[in-house]
């Protein structure tokens, strides 16, 4: 595996951990809590890094 394919690889690993334990976060505390709105930063954070890595990889 080249790197660049490694790399974008490791990042959307990364990317499916921040949706997973954003999902987790929100289901545990779902009183609008600071947990909550950190849960759904998490989660976005995650889908943007997925499709910003996903973009890059199909532009090459």
Do not use: C, Q, R
């Not at 951990?17 to 009183?31: D, E, P, R, T, W």
């Not at 909550?36 to 954070?45: E, K, P, R």
């Amino acid at each position: 595996m080249n790197k660049p394919t490694s790399m974008a690889f490791l990042t959307i690993l990364v990317s499916l951990y921040f949706i997973v334990s954003g999902l987790l976060k929100m289901s545990k505390h779902a009183s609008g809590s600071f947990l909550h709105s950190f849960g759904i930063l998490l989660l976005l954070a995650g889908v943007a890094g997925a499709i910003w890595k996903l973009a890059e990889i199909t532009k090459k």
